[in-house]
């Protein structure tokens, strides 16, 4: 047997060194999908917020606009159905719920004839920030942005001028109470006392608690 006529054969392969620089793209380019695919996520989750939200406040603001009609002219602004009531979004078994991605979102208030107020609270500073960005809202001071977000009193002196704060306009006026008759004297101390309120929305999301108030404009 002559040896130098046979064919000697050798198995092809990779190199070391060329695997671990496979390896290596698929772990960038599964880091950067992982990535994208949970900004994605985040940014379904508050718009999904969002369009909530303008889904209760258009129908607090027609709740509103049907009282003044059927009263005249003068309309209730507590009138307003909360937004648990509406049944617009509803828990896994299907139970009513206001609480959406973490967010929960609270009653509705009537700034004017244009303009609804639905204030939000966020278990994450990331749905705070989408929701924020969506709405286009303007970072204000923590106390102002949860006294908003709880529609109770705040302190005008820390309000920026810029955002264009106003009074909602006052409550009807009571009847006169007739002192001869057998009705029941008005309690006063029930009325409550309107709360100033933005023109825009507004939020503060990087408190422990983030809270906004997401301004719609119904016309």
Known sequence: MNINNQKITQ????????MLGV????GVLSVGGIAGYKMAMEKYRSNQVVDMANKY???AYSAYMTNKIMNNGVANHNIVPAFIDT???TDPNGNPTNVINGTTIGNASIIDEDRVAVPLTFAEKSTCQGVANALGAVTITTSTATALASLSSIDTKSIPSTLGYIDPPSPPPSPPY???SLEEAPDNEDVETPVQQPLVST???????PVAT???KQS
């Open 87 to 89: 049944g617009l979004y």
């Open 23 to 26: 390896l290596a793209v698929i």
């Open 57 to 59: 406040a258009v129908i």
């Open 203 to 209: 939020c503060d999301c990087n408190s422990a608690n």
């Open 11 to 18: 198995d092809s392969g990779r190199s070391m060194v060329e």
């Open 178 to 180: 007739n002192e001869g």
């Open 214 to 216: 997401a301004v719609f």
